[in-house]
Each structure stands twice: as structure tokens, then as C-alpha cells.
């Protein structure tokens, strides 16, 4: 089983900072990691999948980098929806497996 | 537009059983491969279950398998989760989720609402 690593768990931010969230996997995984938001009472919303592609309908301050076992998720300028948890999942191989999500809330 | 919409969820002893449904539309149902994803209170997120698109492929999680079954009924546009044997550590929010291809490792586009499953004595 793949196991991803976020960091940090929390991270402590004003709107209009930029924000940098990690993701480590324990082997390599090419580019296949993906990134969700959840707000509170929410389901998971797919943000960033296959390392950097934006999902439909998310802002461009959203980008992701990374292959192999380093990626990393950044918001350019957060805005006050940003602040939520987010979560990176892996689908290189079975089992599909989630990190356990970074935290972002306003400093 | 996409909706996932799930429902079954409840209260139950350990032990016990369950069937969770999630009636999809807005896509080719048969088309995509489709998942179950729950989240214990105030925890994250865990793949459950998957099924490819035509249903010829299941999936589990090593927490689950022999337990849980899934299975989808394309004319019906409806995916299902039988649970057996349920646990306490069985108690969490209970997602439905769409997979991005017919079948294989996905990323999931659209979910379900979720649907809450307390197991307690």
C-alpha cells in the first residue's frame, strides 16, 4: 500500500498570502496524485489530478507541481473559501489511498 | 449536471448489516467505474470500494474486504454497498464517488452528499 504524508497538518495563514501544502509518497508514483478541498459538512472537492491539471471550473490560483514522490499544491492568493482541508490521493495502483490532509485556517 | 445522491445509512449494533445506495444521474452511468470513500468523525478520507463501469471488476480495502460488497445496477443508474459484519470502527460518513475513467485507479470528479453509518451497541 502507496502511504502519502502531508505536510504540514495545519498551517496558519491571512487571506491574500500564498500557501504551499506538501504531499510525500512512500514509493514513486509518477504523476499520478490528485488533490481535493473540504469545507466543513461538505463532500471532498477534486481541485488538481495528475500532478497539475486543474479540474473544471477551478480558479487559477490553484496549481500543483511534483512526480515521482514530491508534489506540492499552491494557492497564489488565498481568499476566505480557501481556508478548508485538503486532502491528496494517489491513483497509481490499488489501493487508492488519501493522505491525512493539511488544514489551512486564517491566522 | 452530475448528482450522486446516497441514502441507507443508520444506526446499527455491531455485527449488523446495511445497504447503502447512491442514484446517479447527469452522466453515462455505465460509462464510469464509481467508488465508495468514508470518512470516520472528524478524521479523513478512505477508500472503501470500487467497481468498474460494466461491474466485471470489484475492488476493496484490506479493512473491509470480505465484509463489504459492492455492486451497481446500470438500469437502474444506482450503485450499492452491501455492509455485513459491521464494527464500531465501521462508524463514519459514507461517500459515493465517480471515477474519472470506465475503469482502473481513478480520481474521483463528482460526489455524493454522504450518508452516515453509526455502528454501536
Known amino acids: 500500500e502507496i502511504v502519502l504524508t502531508q505536510s504540514p497538518a495545519t498551517l496558519s495563514l491571512s487571506p491574500g498570502e500564498g500557501a504551499t501544502l506538501s504531499c510525500r509518497a512512500s514509493q514513486s508514483i509518477s504523476f499520478y496524485l490528485a488533490w481535493y478541498q473540504q469545507k466543513p459538512g461538505q463532500a471532498p472537492r477534486l481541485l488538481i489530478h495528475d500532478a497539475s491539471n486543474r479540474a473544471t471550473g477551478i480558479p487559477a490560483r490553484f496549481s500543483g507541481s511534483g512526480s515521482g514522490t514530491d508534489f506540492t499544491l499552491t494557492i497564489s492568493s488565498l481568499e476566505p473559501e480557501d481556508f478548508a482541508v485538503y486532502y491528496c490521493q494517489q491513483r497509481y495502483n490499488w489501493p487508492i489511498t488519501f493522505g491525512q490532509g493539511t488544514r489551512l485556517e486564517i491566522k | 449536471e452530475v448528482q450522486l445522491v446516497t441514502s441507507g445509512g443508520g444506526f446499527v449494533q455491531p455485527g449488523g448489516s446495511l445497504r447503502l445506495s447512491c442514484a446517479a444521474s447527469?452522466?453515462?452511468?455505465?460509462?464510469?467505474?464509481l467508488s465508495w470513500v468514508r470518512q470516520p468523525p472528524g478524521k479523513g478520507l478512505e477508500w472503501v470500494s470500487g467497481i468498474s463501469g460494466v461491474g466485471g471488476d470489484t475492488y476493496y480495502a484490506d479493512s473491509v474486504r470480505g465484509r463489504f460488497t459492492v455492486s451497481r445496477d446500470n438500469s437502474k443508474n444506482t450503485l450499492y454497498l452491501q455492509l455485513t459484519s459491521l464494527r464500531v470502527e465501521d462508524t463514519a460518513v459514507y461517500y459515493c464517488?465517480?471515477?474519472?475513467?470506465?475503469?482502473?485507479?481513478?480520481?474521483?470528479?463528482?460526489w455524493g452528499q454522504g450518508t452516515l453509518v453509526t455502528v454501536s451497541s
Open positions: 447527469g452522466f453515462t452511468f455505465s460509462g464510469y467505474a
Open positions: 464517488a465517480k471515477g474519472s475513467a470506465i475503469f482502473g485507479v481513478v480520481v474521483f470528479d463528482y
